[in-house]
Each structure stands twice: as C-alpha cells, then as structure tokens.
C-alpha cells in the first residue's frame, strides 16, 4: 500500500464525527497506561508465564522447570507483571505461589489469542 491510497482525495473534516470522538476519547494518562500494560504483553517471557498461569496456580521453581529458564529470571519478569497488577501472589508455608490477577487478564490473552488466528 502506497502513502497516497492511504489518504483522502480531499480535505474534509467531519465535525460531528469529531465531536463525538473526542467526547469519548480518554485523557492523556488513561491513555498512556493503557500503552504502557501493552508493553507488559510485548515480552514473550511473560506470555508465557502468563499462558502457564492459564492453567495452574504454580510457584517460581515450577514456572523455571515448565519454561526452561532460571528463578532469577522468572521472579525479575513476575515483578513486572505483578507491577502491573496481572498476576497476584500468595503465600504457602516457604513458597510463594503466582496466578493470574483477574478474569480480565485471562480476557485479554484469549481475545489476542482470537485475533492473531482469524
């Protein structure tokens, strides 16, 4: 696609299409955290711990065994998430176990799970 079938033929600004726009458009910060959670996902490490937590309620050594990495580097990428308010954690005896926050979460997986398969 070339630049010039992307754009209009003529200048024309829709006023009424705008206004409505801009009436539901977020502030500035809404819209940059909302950037910012997208980050989160943009890392396949934590996809896939987040596709482990789909499944399971698990701790850091069990996440290290399944992925095939170090604790060290799944407790760095669990801060992240937790950070993020995407995984919660709770405590066991010596183990802390790792799950996912929220059914939003899970939402979000499955519905870029749909889209990348359509």
């Not at 024309?12 to 909302?34: C, F, G, I, Q, R």
């Not at 407790?75 to 919660?88: A, C, E, F, I, Y």
């Amino acid at each position: 696609m070339n630049q010039e079938s992307m754009c209009c033929d003529t200048i024309e600004v829709h006023k009424e299409l705008l206004s409505k726009v801009n009436a539901t458009m977020p502030d500035e910060t809404k819209l940059y955290d909302l950037a910012e959670l997208f980050k989160v996902f943009g890392d396949s490490t934590r996809i896939r711990i987040l596709f482990v937590l789909l499944e399971a309620e698990v701790c850091v050594c069990d996440l290290a065994a399944v992925l095939g990495m170090t604790q060290s580097a799944i407790s760095h990428q669990l801060r992240v998430l937790k950070q993020n308010k995407l995984v919660k954690s709770r405590r066991e005896g010596k183990s802390i176990f790792y799950s996912l926050a929220d059914s939003h979460v899970r939402t979000v997986i499955a519905q870029g799970l749909e889209h990348i398969e359509e």
